[in-house]
C-alpha cells in the first residue's frame, strides 16, 4: 500500500484509516517523507502514542503541534498559548485556563449548557417531536431533510461555547466561521487572517469585562488569571473557543451518520437510554476528529525499537490508536455499549483537553433531545468530508428526521 498522510483526497472519507491500520501492523514507528521537508515519524499504535503523548519533556509541543502549520508562528506563542507550551509553564497556564473547565464550575454552566442545546434541537427538529417551529414538514409523512453539520453539529459547539463567554448571540455566526478558517482553511494566509481577527475581537473583549466582569468564562479566565498577560489570555481564549467547537462539531456530525446508516442502533438506543453514557464514548472513539498530534523530539529516545534524534518530528495519530486491535475489540465495528473504551479522542497526558467534560455533556444533550424528538433517521444525501489531516469529519451530511 502507498502510505500519503499528506495527500487531502486520502482524508475525504475513510481511507487514511485504511492506510493507519497497515502501519500498526509494522514494526517500530515509520518514516514518512515530505515533498518539502525533511519527513517525520508516525505513530499509529495505541502503545506507542501513549509514549508519545505522556512524555512532554521528551516529545516536545513548543515548535508546533500538527503538520503543515507555521514554525514562525509556533514560535511567537510558544510558551504563551497552552497548546504550544511544555512544562513547567504549560502547567501555569493550564491552572488558569482549566479553572473554568473544574467538575465544581461546570456544575454553574450545566443548565446553561443544556438548555441552550435543547433550544437548538427544537428549533431544527420542533418541540417534543412536533415537527418545525413554523409548523410545514417537507414531506407528507411529516419528514424534515436537514443538513446534519450545517443546521444542527455546526452550530452546536459554536452555540454553547459563545453562550458560556456571553457573546452577543449577532457576533455567533463571525465567531463560528472565523473559528473553522482559523483552523482548517487549506489557505496558510486565510488561516493567519482568520485567527488575527479573532484575537483583536478578545482583546477587545477582555477590556470590556475587567471593566465590567459578569457571570461567564471570560470574567471566570480573567478572576483566575495568575501570571498570565493580556496577551497570553487572548491567545487562551481563542485556543478554548477552537477547541471547544471543532470536535463537538465533528463528533457530533459522525454520530448522526452512524444513526442514518444504522437505524437499528438509533432504535436501540430510543428504547435503551441508559446507553447514552457508553454511547457518547463510542462516538468520541468512532470519529476521533482530532486525528494527529505533532511533537518534536528533544533528546535521544528509543519508542518501539525505534532509535528517535533530537529534532526530528514524530507524529502521534490519535484516530489510529483508537482503532488498535491490541486495546479495542472489533475496533472497526460501533458498539454503543463498548465498556472498557479508553479511547485518546481528547488526548493524552498533560495536554488532555480541559473541555472534555463540556464535551460529553454537549453530546449527551443532544442525543438526550434527539431521542425524545425523532423517531428514525435517515440518509438524504451524499456526505461531504472534509480534506485536512489534523482536525477531520463531515462538512456536510444530509438526513432525513422522521420527529417522534
Do not use: K
Not at 477587545?204 to 480573567?222: F, H, Q
Request: glycine share 10%; aromatic share 6%; net charge negative.
Amino acid at each position: 500500500m502507498d502510505i500519503d498522510l499528506l495527500a487531502p483526497d486520502v482524508f475525504s472519507g475513510y481511507r487514511y484509516l485504511d492506510q493507519l491500520a497497515e502501519l500498526r501492523t509494522r514494526p517500530g514507528l515509520t518514516r514518512h517523507p515530505e515533498p518539502h521537508g525533511p519527513g517525520f515519524w508516525v505513530a499509529s499504535r495505541y502503545d506507542d502514542v501513549l509514549a508519545v503523548l505522556g512524555d512532554p519533556a521528551t516529545f516536545s509541543s513548543r515548535a508546533g503541534i500538527r503538520l503543515g502549520g507555521s514554525g514562525e508562528a509556533a514560535d511567537l506563542v510558544a510558551d504563551r498559548m497552552m497548546v504550544v507550551s511544555d512544562p513547567p509553564r504549560h502547567g501555569r497556564i493550564r491552572r488558569v485556563v482549566g479553572a473554568p473547565f473544574t467538575p465544581a464550575a461546570l456544575r454553574l454552566w450545566h443548565d446553561r449548557i443544556v438548555a441552550g442545546v435543547t433550544d437548538l434541537v427544537d428549533e431544527v427538529v420542533g418541540a417534543d417531536g412536533g415537527g418545525p417551529a413554523d409548523g410545514r414538514p417537507d414531506s407528507a409523512d411529516g419528514s424534515l431533510v436537514r443538513d446534519a453539520v450545517g443546521d444542527l453539529a455546526e452550530r452546536l459547539p459554536n452555540q454553547v461555547i459563545c453562550a458560556m463567554m456571553d457573546l452577543p448571540r449577532a457576533d455567533w455566526p463571525l465567531i463560528g466561521r472565523l473559528t473553522t478558517d482559523g483552523l482548517d482553511s487549506p489557505d496558510p494566509i486565510d488561516r493567519l487572517d482568520a485567527n488575527a481577527e479573532i484575537f483583536g475581537y478578545f482583546a477587545d473583549l477582555i477590556d470590556r469585562r475587567r471593566a465590567r466582569p459578569g457571570d461567564d468564562l471570560i470574567s471566570a479566565l480573567l478572576a483566575a488569571g495568575g501570571d498570565l498577560t493580556d496577551d497570553e489570555l487572548i491567545l487562551n481564549c481563542s485556543g478554548v473557543l477552537t477547541g471547544a467547537s471543532e470536535t463537538v462539531r465533528y463528533s457530533a456530525a459522525g454520530a448522526l451518520l452512524v444513526f442514518g446508516d444504522r437505524p437499528d442502533l438509533w432504535s436501540e438506543l430510543r428504547a435503551s437510554p441508559e446507553l447514552l453514557p457508553t454511547t457518547v464514548e463510542e462516538i468520541l472513539r468512532w470519529t476521533s476528529p482530532g486525528l494527529h498530534a505533532l511533537r518534536t523530539v528533544t533528546r535521544p529516545v528509543t519508542v518501539s525499537g525505534t532509535e528517535l534524534l533530537p529534532g526530528e518530528r514524530v507524529t502521534a495519530w490519535i484516530c489510529s490508536a483508537n482503532r488498535d486491535p491490541a486495546v479495542f475489540a472489533d475496533p472497526d465495528v460501533f458498539r454503543p455499549d463498548r465498556t472498557p473504551n479508553r479511547h485518546l479522542a481528547f488526548g493524552w497526558g498533560p495536554h488532555v483537553c480541559v473541555g472534555s467534560r463540556v464535551a460529553r455533556l454537549e453530546l449527551t444533550a443532544l442525543l438526550t433531545a434527539l431521542v425524545r424528538r425523532v423517531r428514525t433517521i435517515a440518509p438524504a444525501g451524499e456526505p461531504v468530508w472534509s480534506t485536512g489531516n489534523f482536525i477531520h469529519g463531515l462538512t456536510r451530511l444530509p438526513v432525513r428526521l422522521s420527529p417522534a
